[in-house]
């Protein structure tokens, strides 16, 4: 009987990004400061990824192939809360799509952050611990969003996901938290 409905469940891919906390530091860049990452917290430096990583998780019982992961949000309102306090020319070619091939399930991928997106997360613009406490709009970012898409390893369904991402800075702490808003099979 357990087999059975073993052999009833789909064989499908279900990718979440977890929730993840980073420091942000500044660099001086052709007179302003441009805004880096730190290490993520609890995470292990690897060679192999210089830059901080998100994990994307395959929670489903089934590969993902031919992955794209794409963020989105609006550069004027990143260049407006930046303020001209930030050099954003740094990171303005970034490339905002990501490309895998495939991932196993209960396995992860590296996602780095947007680049181009961290200047709005500053900490000179962020407030203070209490600040946040007393004025829970004073740390709202503007809208990041990413998509995931992907197909099962048949290539006969894919699947198409949207996270709106809650950004939450304060002083030079950021979290990213993935919030699932849309999902098409």
């Known amino acids: 009987k357990l087999m059975e409905d073993a052999n009833r469940l789909p064989i499908k891919p ?3 990004i977890e929730t993840k906390q980073f420091e942000l530091y500044e660099e001086e860049s052709f007179g302003l400061p441009i805004v880096m990452v730190k290490l993520l917290f609890n995470d292990v430096k690897d060679d192999n990824y210089p830059f901080p990583f998100l994990n994307a998780i395959n929670v489903g019982n089934g590969v ?5 992961m794409t963020w ?3 550069s004027k309102e ?5 303020k001209s306090i930030y050099n954003l020319e740094a990171f303005q070619n970034e490339k905002n799509e990501i490309r895998f091939d495939f991932l196993k399930p209960n396995d992860h991928l590296y996602l780095s952050p947007p680049k181009g997106y961290l200047p709005c997360c500053g900490s000179k613009l962020n ?12 740390y709202k970012k503007p809208r990041l969003l990413l998509h995931v898409d992907y197909s099962d390893i048949s290539g006969y369904s894919n699947y ?4 709106e991402v ?3 800075a304060i002083t030079s702490t950021v979290t990213f938290r993935f ?5 098409y099979d």
């Open 127 to 138: 407030p203070s611990l209490t600040e946040a406490w007393l004025y829970p709009e004073s």
């Open 160 to 163: 198409k996901r949207t996270f």
């Open 78 to 82: 990143v260049e407006h809360a930046a």
């Open 64 to 68: 993902a192939k031919k992955i794209v």
């Open 72 to 74: 989105e949000y609006n």
């Open 179 to 183: 919030l699932l808003q849309n999902e």
């Open 166 to 168: 809650q950004v939450k």
């Open 14 to 16: 279900e990718i979440f």
